[in-house]
C-alpha cells in the first residue's frame, strides 16, 4: 500500500479495487462502496472509514453500540 500512496502523491490517478478496504482507505482520499454490483455508500475516506455501516461490517454490532 505504501507504494500506491507514493504513488498517488505524484498527482496520477488511481483506481483501487481491494478486498481489504480499511488498508485501502488509508491511502484513498474518496471511496465508492459497491454491494451486488451496485453504489451503496460514496464519500470521502474518512467519511467511509467511520460510517456506521462500514464499521458495523467490518467491526461487529457491539462497535456501534454506544
Given at each position: 500500500m505504501d507504494a500506491?500512496?507514493?504513488i498517488a502523491k505524484t498527482g496520477i490517478g488511481i483506481l483501487m479495487v481491494e478486498q481489504n478496504a480499511?488498508?485501502?482507505l488509508e491511502v484513498a482520499e474518496s471511496a465508492i462502496v459497491l454491494e451486488r454490483g451496485h453504489i451503496v455508500l460514496s464519500g470521502?475516506?474518512?467519511e467511509?472509514?467511520?460510517?456506521p455501516d462500514v464499521v458495523k461490517?467490518?467491526?461487529g454490532?457491539?462497535?456501534t453500540a454506544g
Open positions: 500506491i500512496g507514493d480499511m488498508a485501502a470521502t475516506a474518512d467511509i472509514r467511520t460510517h461490517a467490518f467491526l454490532d457491539k462497535a
